[in-house]
């Protein structure tokens, strides 16, 4: 059996992962109990773990510490959802671990998953039992004692799937919700999937994946330091003075200043592509065969050494973007406060701008941003502390993460619904300082009852209400108050209940199905059922949920 591992086997056994995941995604969406259409914990862990295989798949051959850098790094910034982020906390616990290391045997691994898992909890306020958490930690506790019998990487792993299996299954009784439902935690069984690829990979059965994404690899991530003769990676284009130019002289040129020469013609043109350290040397002697019309020069050596710490390697490909964000850059000093919100739909978003927003993410269900999708947006805001909404519960976490990573302060306001959000945004006062801001946007939260009437995903068992794929859904604060074929009469369901807790105003947030005839038909069955409440009827936009409605 193999005893250890090195950087090479590491890149593998995380490749095979993210290839398990990518296979049985749907598999692991399935087990969600809840049949709200949402960024699915299949689909969020296989984002996550695909975010790393790029970087990899770059890294020609790293070392230990290398690969679980790189992929820590990528996980990091990739993560969606709470258990794409929970998944890249347990593999940061790998790279703060294998940090200095060359080899891993089974008693490291059981060390970096504890490290994982030490991670992961401290990063997750209220961690339940029967989750992915819960799983993780059985695992790595039994990991770490069967590594005195047996440190054999390859034993440690088949050990580990054993135990992560039993412990998966488990999940079901400890979890009144699962159980009810009759199936295990999604985000367990996408964990033991994860070790079930890492250990394919080391028993020589890597698993692929056609939809996982392939890296281009570039000349500069299979060389070495001292491969790396000349760092310039030149590539031009020339117009030729004249049709029959004799170009040999220029290539006896261009080859004593470098390697990897290519040059290439017609009759108008021609085009060359050397690696030089000179390479505006290079360009002075071309133009005297023509005109200059076209030039791409990328450091390799920068570009290799990007990798190796983990980054994300620049390329000329980025100039467009640096260009944009160097035109954004404030010209004027930050202001204090300054906010970033998810959401979806032009009309919610138009709420959010009026009501003072900086940045919107566009996001939500089904569409969870990364938290590199979120730290970039922070960044484009002047201001010396930024307040994020994430509107949606399965994207606090990835805020968090983004927050952490920051260069600003930053402060998430634990927003779960976009009424929220909008109710939070409405106690907005930049006149506050950042600890009297967070306080009182956070103590509005609670004051918003959010309505939602969506369609269900898939058939379920749950609350008592047999749904079926396609049936209409009410939700009132969470909790699931109807399901049936019509819209009628579940707008008559949730009226009824705003009318029972005496609410005074009510926003009715239209959806991209429905036309406006339709909603002011529902605002209509609110202003009859509800009395004198204030009600406001505004184009949404939203995608999945055809009404979001807010009572205060």
Sequence with gaps: MIQTIDGAAYKRMVISAAAAVELQKQQINDLNVFPVPDGDTGTNMSMTLNSSVTDLAGAAAPDLETASKITASALLRGARGNSGVILSLLFRGFSKTLKGRTECDGTLFAEALTSGVEVAYKAVMHPAEGTILTVSRVTAAAAKEEAENDPGIEHILEYSVGVCREAVAKTIDQNPVLKKAGVVDAGGQGFLIVLEGMLASVQGNDIVAEAAPEAE????????????????????????????????????????????????????????????????????ESQKYGTLELAKIENMRTQRDELAAGRKAQSTDDLDKIEEEMEAAPSEPPKPIGVVTVCAGEGISDVFRELGVDRVISGGQTMNPSTEDILEQIKHVNAETVFVLPNNKNIILAAQQAAELAEQNVVVIESKTVPQGITAMLNFSPDLSVDELREVMTESLSGVTTMLITYAARDSDFDDYEIHEGDYMALYNGSLVGTDKSLPTLIMTLAELVRMDNREFINIYYGADIDEAQAQEVADCFKELCGGADINLINGGQPVYYYMISAE
């Design 217 to 284: 690899e570039t000349v500069f991530t299979t060389l070495q330091e001292e491969e790396i003769t000349f760092a310039f990676d030149t590539v031009y284009i020339v117009r030729k003075a004249t049709e029959d130019i004799d170009l040999l002289p220029l290539r006896d040129y261009l080859g004593s200043i470098g390697d990897s020469l290519v040059i290439s013609e017609d009759d108008e043109i021609f085009k060359v592509h050397v690696h030089t350290n000179i390479p505006g040397e290079a360009l002075t």
